[in-house]
């Protein structure tokens, strides 16, 4: 959305036909028209750009359209499978790269380390679990965690 203009942009990665696009214009006109604007004159558009070849690449095709506008670069790229696999590799790199430290959590309830809590890690997958959270397993035996086993 661009307020300031008074339009959307409205991109489906499986396409826009001429009724979506007068959905999201009405959706956008009562969402502003809440919001005190005035919306007579509100438009919505589209871009060119490829279509998804799945039914499952369209969250990755919405990041990327997002990403590309916010950059100002055109919104074409390649949506055959194996570049959508490399969207998908891109975005989980990115996203384990800006994420949060969460090693001092546990994998099983999520929350930090306590000093006088007893950990166990799991021997396939090594992630760690307070122990009281895996119903207190054997210490002396290999453990495998509740995904692993």
């Not at 956008?28 to 799945?54: E, I, Y």
């Not at 930090?112 to 959270?133: K, L, V």
Request: proline content about 5%.
């Amino acid at each position: 959305m661009y307020p300031h203009e008074k339009k959307t942009l409205f991109l489906d990665p499986l396409g826009e036909g001429k009724g979506k696009t007068k959905v999201c214009l009405q959706s956008t006109r009562a969402f502003m028209r809440m919001k005190g604007c005035k919306v007579s004159r509100w438009t919505c558009s589209t871009l060119p750009h490829n279509r998804q070849q799945d039914s499952t690449s369209c969250g990755v095709l919405a990041l990327k359209f997002a990403e590309k506008i916010l950059l100002g670069e055109s919104i074409e790229f390649e949506t055959s499978q194996k570049a959508v696999h490399e969207l998908r590799l891109d975005i989980a790199t990115s996203l384990l790269r800006e994420s949060d430290d969460l090693s001092r959590l546990c994998f099983y309830c999520g929350m930090e380390e306590q000093d006088e809590e007893h950990w166990i890690c799991c021997d396939i997958c090594q992630q760690w679990y307070h122990h009281q959270c895996v119903q207190r397993p054997p210490v002396d035996q290999p453990y495998l965690c509740p995904g692993c086993t």
